[in-house]
């Protein structure tokens, strides 16, 4: 059986090699190293602009919406703030026209933190653009800190992690207002939103903590069965 085409995205960023330094596509290799393990084969996309997003999407069985800086809140109506790094808009705007046409085209996606919020986003949802500020607290932006998160059985993140999964999942931003056709399915224990599906959706599927690092193959596994 042939390996289904994973596209995964990227961004621009200033790299070094040998004397040079130039702009680059970069990706971590951690997420194609975990679609090429649960049996996909992956395909960085550069986000060039927007023409060739539907041969993509065409081409492609599944898009993994990668984690990254978080997302411009000019992007749902939101107001700058000072403490959220610059965003990038050029990438923004090529994931929110790309995962629109994935949901449009019933592809498989698996948004992953910055991923999460992208597909909310683009379903007509906003965020909390400054999570210490709501909650009194930064919990949810410490490295290396570890927490419980409760998951919908039913759900297809359910069957696939249970109803329960400790993760480290650093972030200063969270969904606020869900878009149009997600759920919720996964909650940390003060409530703030920490997994979405797309209903209806072959498999639209959005989690805040990072499984390519965790080395929990399951979400990955369930993503690729969904993708053949």
Not at 48 to 59: C, H, K, L, M, R
Not at 196 to 209: S, Y
């Amino acid at each position: 059986m042939s390996r289904p085409l994973i596209g995964i995205t990227a961004y621009f960023e200033a790299a070094r090699w040998s004397d040079y330094v130039r702009e680059a596509v970069l990706s971590p290799p951690s997420y194609a190293r975990a679609v090429g393990r649960a049996g996909g084969a992956p395909v960085v996309l550069p986000p060039i602009g927007t023409p060739a997003i539907e041969d993509y999407i065409s081409g492609l069985q599944g898009i993994v919406l990668a984690g990254g800086v978080e997302l411009g809140a000019g992007n749902y109506g939101g107001e700058p703030d000072e403490r959220v790094a610059e965003p990038q808009q050029h990438r923004d705007r090529f994931e929110l026209a790309l995962a629109r046409a994935a949901v449009r085209a019933d592809l498989p996606i698996l948004a992953i933190a910055r991923g999460m919020h992208v597909l909310n986003v683009a379903q007509g949802g906003t965020l909390i653009p400054w999570l210490p500020e709501v909650l009194d607290s930064d919990r949810h932006g410490e490295p290396g800190a570890t927490h419980t998160i409760q998951v919908s059985v039913s759900s297809k993140l359910g069957k696939a992690v249970g109803d329960r999964v400790e993760v480290s999942a650093p972030h200063h931003q969270s969904v606020r207002r869900l878009g149009t056709g997600l759920l919720a399915v996964a909650w940390a224990e003060d409530q703030i939103v920490e997994g979405v599906e797309l209903q209806g959706h072959r498999f639209g599927v959005g989690v805040q903590w990072h499984p390519e690092r965790d080395g929990d193959a399951r979400i990955f596994d369930a993503f690729i069965e969904a993708a053949r």
